[in-house]
């Protein structure tokens, strides 16, 4: 199977930076266009930023000019560079790729949730 595992989260004050990694790890075929979405407590699951194989990127108008999606697709690896954060950005962020895995010689594709990262900003 493939899983996807999240790192970088915290608590940072407004203005200041954090950036997210997620690594996806299994038998891994090839990996499709990958997403960070978050969910704030009360709120539904948003996306934030998705980045396709070839590098075409889409940000949610909130965070245009302060967000950087990227990957490293040698190491099946999708970033999130988070800069002048807002107590409004607070929220659980969510790593998520369509896989293709191989098992027995036959190939799978199946849509991959990570397990989440807290971002909290706050002073």
């Known amino acids: 199977q493939v899983q996807l595992v999240e790192s970088g989260g915290g608590l940072v004050q407004p203005g200041g930076s954090l950036r997210l990694s997620c690594a996806a790890s299994?038998?891994?075929?090839?990996?499709?266009?990958l997403g960070w979405y978050r969910q704030a407590p009360g709120k539904q699951r948003d996306l934030v930023a998705s980045?396709?194989?070839?590098?075409?990127?889409n940000y949610a108008d909130s965070v245009k000019g302060r967000f950087t999606i990227s990957r490293d697709n040698a190491k099946n690896t999708v970033f999130l560079q988070m800069n002048n954060l807002k107590p409004e950005d607070t929220a659980v962020y969510y790593c998520?790729?369509?896989?293709?895995?191989?098992?027995?010689?036959?190939?799978?594709?199946?849509?991959?949730w990570g397990q989440g990262t807290q971002v909290t900003v706050s002073s």
């Open positions: 980045i396709s194989r070839g590098g075409n990127t």
């Open positions: 998520n790729a369509d896989i293709s895995y191989t098992v027995l010689d036959q190939i799978h594709t199946l849509d991959v």
């Open positions: 299994g038998n891994i075929f090839s990996i499709g266009t």
